[in-house]
Structure formats: structure tokens, C-alpha cells
């Protein structure tokens, strides 16, 4: 098998379809002329669609992280209170980046595994601020987990309705549902490789009419990210550094195809294939990270049993074309992970359900040939309405 050939099931990049990337071949354009401002301005006007949002949305040329870098400096200045809601690896990182930059951060973490609680984040709150902003993680990738952002977002609006609400939203935008305007988010971050079925270098920025205000007076220092430049540059149809062009032609293609499914079966269509994952699983003997009542629809992490170890166990997968993602941080070596979203249909879970069930035969463990097959193709139907 060719090794770029294989069931790659991490949580980002994805795969992409074949439409997607044979339009990345596409012969170059000049990215200052009315080529260029027509395709940007048509991909900016479908992802609002997605997004749900009237607010601006910004096209920066950078993996995730840059995306989250920017709606850092583009809003807060040095010294601004502001609490972190974490729940994991990139809620760290969002806290990170933020303290890096000199705002003056309250980390409020929860157990890898589990949500945040409302009634924490309110506590929180009322024990601090004025706070000028909040981070929140909408899927957290590294435990699986997605939070209730419009639970959250609730708290913040009741006791710290000046703060603005910053969301990364890059593991989870576009594959299950998601009210920028209705929940009254202020900064929302997306990245291309996760979703919307492209490959990695874009991130979109959605910017509320009171993000703005903030931006007009933030004093942290900013060049590349600063997203009232890439405002400017944007109604001009422009980018105000060279983007990243083969992958706007994807983005273009990949938001024809979303278009064509509905967003409503998007988000249908990932709870059908987070629903066969976690279910075949478990009919394994894995025991699942996330807390069930917020497991992700997009990514799955199970513990990997004390007598299992995992590098056997990963060379296994790879050898029968399965590519899954380890743990990090503090769960390297503990977990694996299966990435389910963006261009992932319940065939292909089915197809790594039964990589698994052969990898965990050859290496003698008890397994019935067939049972992750079952439960997971049981478990898609019955979350589609197709049987009991």
C-alpha cells in the first residue's frame, strides 16, 4: 500500500475529496486582481453561512494557531484581565498565547475528559475581573470532548457582559451546529483542515461589531495578524500579505460540496459517525475518554488498556492502513484518537472498525470478528432514525 493511500482517521488535517484536490492544481492567479477579489469574496459570503453570522469574517493565511494568535493581539492590550477556560491541550494553548502577549490571564481548567461547568465559569467571574475577554474552546481535539459554548457564553453575557467572548472553534465549526450570532460570540476561529475539508494554511476569523470597537483601541503589538488590516485589505477584495492561493481554489470547491449537503445534514451526518465510533469502541473493550453526555462528534480518545502498548498497537493499525492519533500532553502514551470529520461517511468508519477488530486479533487479544462492525454500523443507523 502506498503510504499516502491509507483510512487516515486523525483529527486534522483531513481528508480531502477528489473534487477539492485536483482544484488545488489549479493554475495560479493574481491574487491582486479581480480573479482573485471575486473568489475571495464569494468564499467569505458561504462561510458566514456556515459560521451563522451577519459579523465579518477574515481570511488569514496561517495554520489554526495563527488564527488564534490574531484575535489575541488584535483585540486586548497588556494587561487586560482575562479568563481562560480549558479543558485541555489547546485551551492551554489559547491561554498561552494570550499571557505570551502580556494580558494577565486567569486559567480556569477543567479535568481532561470533561466539560466546563457553568456554574464554575460564573464562580470565576464574579471572583475577578473587570475581565476584557474570555476563551472558551467549542471541540477540544486533544480530549474529545465539545463544550456547551451557548451554556457558557450565557454565564459570561449575565455577569461580565462587557467581556468579550473569543471561541476557538477550529476542530468543531462546520461539522456540528454552531450560532455565532445567536449565542452572541464576539470572536470566532476556524481552520481549513479540519471541517472544511481542505488542506492546512487558512484560518477564518469571525469579528463582532464590539470586537471592533476593542480593536480600535488594543495596544498589543501586531504585524502580520492584525486583523484590521486584513479588514481593509478584504473590501478592497484583497489579502494584505500574499495568501494562500492553491488552497482558496480548495476552499472554493469544498464549500460548493458542503453547500450541496446542507448544513443540517452535515452536523446529521457527523453525529452518525461519532455515534459508530464511540459504539464500536466500546464493543472492543476500550473505555472512552470524554464525559458521554459532551463527546465529541468529531473526534473520539479511548484509553489504551495497561497490557496494550501502544507503539505495537500503532504499528499494527499503520501496516493495515489505519492512521489514528496519539494522546498529548499528559495523556501521551494513554489514548488514542480517531478523527472523525470533514469528508468521513459511516463506510469508512466501518472500514477502520474493521482494521481494528483485525489489529487486536493478530496481536492475540480476545476479539469476536465482526462485533465493532456491528455496533458501530447499529449505532449510525439508529442516530440517523433508521432503526431502533
Not at 473534487?19 to 469574496?41: D, I, K, S, T, W
Not at 454552531?178 to 469571525?206: C, I, N, R, Y
Not at 478584504?234 to 492561493?245: C, H, I, M, N, S
Request: hydrophobic share 50%.
Amino acid at each position: 500500500m502506498n503510504r499516502f493511500e491509507a483510512n487516515l482517521r486523525i483529527p486534522g488535517p483531513t481528508s480531502i475529496p477528489d473534487a477539492v484536490r485536483e482544484a488545488g492544481a489549479h493554475q495560479m492567479v493574481n491574487h491582486r486582481g479581480p480573479e482573485f477579489a471575486v473568489l475571495q469574496n464569494s468564499i467569505i459570503a458561504r462561510l458566514k453561512t456556515f459560521y451563522r453570522t451577519e459579523n465579518d469574517v477574515l481570511i488569514v493565511t496561517a495554520a489554526g494557531t495563527g488564527g488564534l494568535e490574531s484575535a489575541i493581539v488584535s483585540f486586548l492590550s497588556p494587561g487586560d484581565r482575562v479568563l481562560a477556560v480549558t479543558i485541555g491541550a489547546f485551551g492551554d494553548r489559547f491561554a498561552k498565547i494570550a499571557t505570551v502577549y502580556g494580558a494577565d490571564v486567569t486559567k480556569l481548567a477543567f479535568e481532561w475528559g470533561k466539560a466546563a461547568e457553568p456554574a464554575r465559569v460564573r464562580e470565576a467571574l464574579q471572583a475577578g475581573g473587570p475581565w476584557k475577554a474570555v476563551l472558551m474552546t467549542q471541540n477540544e481535539t486533544s480530549t474529545a470532548v465539545t463544550n456547551p459554548i451557548h451554556e457558557l457564553a450565557k454565564v459570561v453575557k449575565d455577569v461580565a457582559p462587557d467581556a468579550l467572548i473569543v471561541v476557538d472553534a477550529i476542530s468543531g465549526l462546520g461539522a456540528v451546529p454552531f450560532e455565532t450570532d445567536d449565542w452572541k460570540l464576539d470572536v470566532v476561529v476556524s481552520g481549513s483542515q479540519k471541517a472544511w475539508m481542505v488542506a492546512p494554511g487558512l484560518s477564518f476569523v469571525s469579528v463582532s461589531p464590539r470586537a471592533w470597537e476593542a480593536a480600535a483601541v488594543a495596544k498589543m503589538p501586531k504585524f502580520y495578524f492584525d486583523l484590521a488590516a486584513h479588514k481593509t485589505s478584504a473590501e478592497a477584495g484583497q489579502t494584505p500579505w500574499t495568501p494562500a492561493v492553491a488552497v482558496m481554489f480548495q476552499l472554493d470547491v469544498a464549500l460548493d460540496l458542503m453547500e450541496q449537503e446542507g448544513l443540517e445534514d452535515i452536523c446529521k451526518r457527523h453525529a452518525a459517525v461519532g455515534a459508530a465510533v464511540r459504539a464500536g469502541l466500546t464493543s472492543l473493550g476500550f473505555k472512552l475518554l470524554a464525559d458521554p453526555a459532551y463527546a465529541s462528534n468529531t473526534v473520539t480518545g479511548a484509553w489504551i488498556p495497561e497490557d496494550l502498548d501502544w507503539k505495537t498497537f500503532n504499528g499494527k493499525l499503520r501496516k493495515l492502513g489505519l492512521i489514528v492519533a496519539g494522546g498529548q500532553g499528559a495523556l501521551k502514551g494513554k489514548i488514542f484518537r480517531i478523527g472523525h470529520l470533514g469528508h468521513v461517511t459511516v463506510p469508512d468508519i466501518l472500514n477502520a472498525m474493521a482494521v481494528l477488530e483485525q489489529a487486536l486479533i493478530e496481536l492475540g487479544r480476545p476479539v469476536t470478528p465482526g462485533v465493532a462492525v456491528q455496533a458501530a454500523q447499529v449505532a449510525a443507523l439508529k442516530s440517523l432514525g433508521l432503526a431502533k
